[in-house]
């Protein structure tokens, strides 16, 4: 069993910024991948950033250069810093990990930019 609880979600103008954290507990040693999905209102859920154990990334087009996913094992926890916000990027955010072949997501926190 794994759980994941996302934070730091809020309302910000344009040009700014957010840091989500995603913060792990339970079955944790066997957390390889954790994934970032967003989903915006009438849209598919959609692939937004993902880290390997090994500090391999990749990231959606959409954020490329403005986003960075980073995790801090100590802590248990995955983030996103979110710069150069657009408010295209308005959505709910995910975290989810897939151990043994089940998927496991957080609850979400909600990201708005206004313009």
């Known amino acids: 069993q794994v759980q994941l609880v996302e934070s730091g979600g809020g309302l910000v103008q344009a040009g700014g910024s957010l840091r989500l954290s995603c913060a792990a507990s339970g079955t944790i040693s066997s957390i390889n991948a954790v994934h970032w999905f967003r989903q915006a209102p009438g849209k598919e859920r959609a692939l937004v950033a993902y880290i390997i154990s090994g500090a391999t990334t990749n990231y959606a087009d959409s954020v490329k250069g403005r986003f960075t996913i980073s995790r801090d094992n100590a802590k248990n926890t995955v983030y996103l810093q979110m710069n150069s916000l657009k408010p295209e990027d308005t959505a709910v955010y995910y975290c989810?990990?897939?151990?043994?072949?089940?998927?496991?997501w957080g609850q979400g926190t909600q990201v708005t930019v206004s313009s």
């Open positions: 989810m990990t897939r151990v043994r072949g089940y998927d496991y």
